[in-house]
């Protein structure tokens, strides 16, 4: 049921008259669900100015709250649900704080036509939705933040020695965080100018051929930048697992822990730098 | 004789994580070895990713078994996709029409105890796959 313009204007005038009355027992009401956690001079504030949004959007005759009218109201209620949802209150608490106005008008106005009253009523329930939706939304933008966040955290390269950077992979490596593991190694292998780099799995609990394949390409763009790539943390039950898949890792050399994994680098650099040192001596 | 198994609906990335650490917590409350929970859990990563990347999405059912003599994890992966129209093929190793590793389906056979596949052209893909204890 929709607002019509003449009930539009009638509740406009009745919110405007009574604005005092009206924005205190709104207040009261919102305060006794929120159980003190905002202060009343707060609320008293947010609520003055959304009675005065609901009254701009009812005295341009808004029939729903998409209406032009309703803009500066909607406005303010996306402002509402996002600071409540930052502040940790629920989505029932943000969206009764709307509710409440519809009781708090009740109150006030003795003798309201029960017709007028409902279209009135549905016009307040669209808007608590729509603090609802909002109040959604931003949760939802906090939640990809934090993921966002979480996938930056979960993939340091670390320089283990001169010339040797390693990878330590916790968790799950699904294509975004593949993505982001193999960007950070080969801007570090740029950056430190390290011909050797360990990618180490301990932390990957299943090693599935998504994974491999993912390891796989990393491996290969980092020989393709002239370092020497070596995958260590392989478990007994991962390496189990990976014949019985048939995934063959080819000549990249595997080392069961990452201690074994940098013996063996260091071991081959030994070697490179030796053999540099005698070729000089040869000629 | 079985348990009421648990359904997990597979639509997203996230919902391939959540089979995976079912099959998990399932896998270790029947007392599997470590290198058969790695394996069973792998098995599960590869068929619950077909069903969301080459069946467009389905469920998982996951139900711990026992057959009198040994306990098992059966898992069930459906999907009302395209279905598979060459088997031979499609079990192939490095066959694939996904680029991927060309594994997953055959990979995950080899995995497992028993592999029961039941598809048609259009009608979609079943697969059952049980792992007993030792």
Not at chain 2, 63 to 71: A, C, E, F, I, P
Request: proline residues 2%; negative net charge.
């Amino acid at each position: 049921m929709t607002l019509s313009a003449d009930e539009a204007a009638r509740f406009a005038a009745l919110v405007d008259e009574h604005q005092e009355a009206l924005v205190t027992a709104w207040t009261e009401r919102v305060a006794s669900t929120l159980r003190g956690r905002l202060s009343h001079a707060e609320l008293q504030r947010q609520n003055g100015e959304l009675r005065r949004g609901f009254q701009q959007a009812l005295a341009g005759s808004a029939q729903d709250l998409a209406a032009e009218p309703a803009a500066e109201l909607r406005a303010q209620l996306a402002e509402l649900s996002s600071t409540r949802a930052r502040q940790g209150f629920s989505a029932t608490e943000t969206a009764v704080s709307i509710f409440a106005f519809k009781d708090a008008v009740l109150n006030a106005f003795d003798g309201v036509n029960v017709r007028d009253y409902v279209a009135f009523s549905s016009f307040v329930d669209e808007a608590a939705l729509f603090t609802f939706d909002s109040y959604v939304r931003v949760r939802e933008e906090l939640i990809a933040d934090q993921a966002e966040q979480l996938l930056e955290l979960s993939t340091p390269v670390v320089k283990l020695w001169e010339g040797v950077v390693a990878v330590p992979l916790v968790g799950t490596l699904d294509s975004a965080r593949a993505q982001v593991v193999m960007e950070r190694l080969l801007q570090t292998l740029v950056d430190t100018g390290s011909p050797y780099a360990i990618i180490d799995i301990t932390g990957v609990p299943a090693v599935d051929t998504q994974v491999a394949q993912h390891i796989l390409k990393t491996v290969v763009a980092a020989r393709l930048m002239g370092a020497d790539c070596i995958i260590s943390g392989i478990r007994p039950q991962i390496a189990q697992t990976i014949v019985a898949l048939g995934i063959e890792f080819g000549d990249i050399a595997t080392k069961s822990s990452l201690a074994d994994a940098l013996r063996y680098v260091l071991a081959k650099a030994g070697q490179n730098k030796q053999s540099k040192q005698s070729k000089r001596r040869e000629p | 004789m079985s348990e009421q198994g648990q359904r997990i609906e597979v639509v997203t990335d996230q919902d391939v994580v959540r089979v995976r650490q079912l099959v998990r917590t399932l896998a270790v409350a029947v007392k599997l070895s470590l290198v058969d929970q790695t394996k069973i859990v792998t098995a599960a990563s590869e068929l619950a990713r077909n069903t969301l990347v080459y069946g467009g999405g389905g469920w998982v059912e996951a139900t711990s078994v026992d057959n009198g003599r040994r306990k098992g994890i059966r898992i069930v992966f459906a999907d009302q996709g395209p279905g598979i129209a060459d088997l031979d093929l499609a079990f192939t190793d490095g066959y694939t029409t996904g680029g991927g590793l060309g594994l997953g389906l055959s990979g995950a056979r080899r995995l497992v105890d028993e592999f029961d596949i039941v598809t048609a052209v259009g009608e979609g893909t079943t697969i059952t796959v049980t792992k007993w204890c030792r």
